[in-house]
């Protein structure tokens, strides 16, 4: 399986900063087609996941536009420009490109 | 909107069955892949299953081949989940969604516990 590691695993931020989470996958996520399936998802406090990027960079409907989503081959990187309260909760990175999909463990982003 | 709605959760002893449900509405269902995905207490996302967009096709992750069918009945815009044979390590919250995680269920708990 393709193993996603992310980095850093707790991430206090001040309201009004930038954060950053990388991951890193343990094979290429090109996909045959030339597409990238390299996803992030947002799960606060007692919810159900929310994508917020797909295909490495794309927002989702409805996404702020202070998250971005870089990255290519085996390392992308989640930013957030400016971190709101709303924005606590749990983030994970994941592969659709070879199955099983797998996901990272997930950073756990908090108010200092 | 589309929504998601998982049931059948609960409470089972080892060795036994549920039937999860997911009531699919706001797309069209049966032009889409669909999955499982599970949330043990505390832990991270496991994906466990997907069915093409016409149920010819499944896939299963490891840990419950043999144990878990994926099924989908697509005039009922309804997802299924058999889990037979479960063990304690299958608790966990499962989340039915669609594509590629474009939208999620609320979850619904299974517990095995003696």
């Known amino acids: 399986d393709v193993v996603m590691t992310q980095s850093p695993l707790s991430l206090p931020v001040t309201l009004g900063q930038p954060a950053s989470i990388s991951c890193r996958s343990s094979?290429?996520?090109?996909?045959?087609?030339?597409?990238?399936?390299l996803n992030w998802f947002q799960q606060r406090p007692g919810q159900s996941p929310r994508r917020l990027i797909y295909k490495v960079s794309n927002r989702d409907s409805g996404v702020p536009d202070r998250f971005s989503g870089s990255g290519s081959g085996t390392d992308f990187t989640l930013k957030i420009s400016r971190v709101e309260a709303e924005d606590v909760g749990v983030y994970y990175c994941?592969?659709?490109?070879?199955?099983?999909?797998?996901f990272g463990q997930g950073t756990k982003v908090e108010i200092k | 909107e589309v929504q998601l709605v998982e049931s059948g959760g609960g409470l089972v002893q080892p060795g036994g069955s549920l039937r999860l449900s997911c009531a699919a509405s706001g797309f069209a269902f049966s032009t889409y892949w669909m999955h499982w995905v599970r949330q043990a207490p505390g832990k991270g996302l496991v994906w466990v299953s997907r069915i093409n967009s016409d149920g010819s096709s499944t896939t299963y992750t490891d840990s419950v081949k043999g144990r878990f069918t994926i099924s989908r009945d697509n005039a009922k815009n309804t997802l299924y989940l058999q889990m037979n044979s479960l063990r304690a390590e299958d608790t966990a919250v499962y989340y039915c969604?669609?594509?590629?995680?474009?939208?999620w269920g609320q979850g619904t708990l299974v517990t095995v516990s003696s």
């Open positions: 094979q290429s996520l090109v996909y045959s087609d030339g597409n990238t399936y």
């Open positions: 969604t669609v594509g590629l995680g474009d939208y």
């Open positions: 994941m592969q659709g490109t070879h199955w099983p999909w797998t």
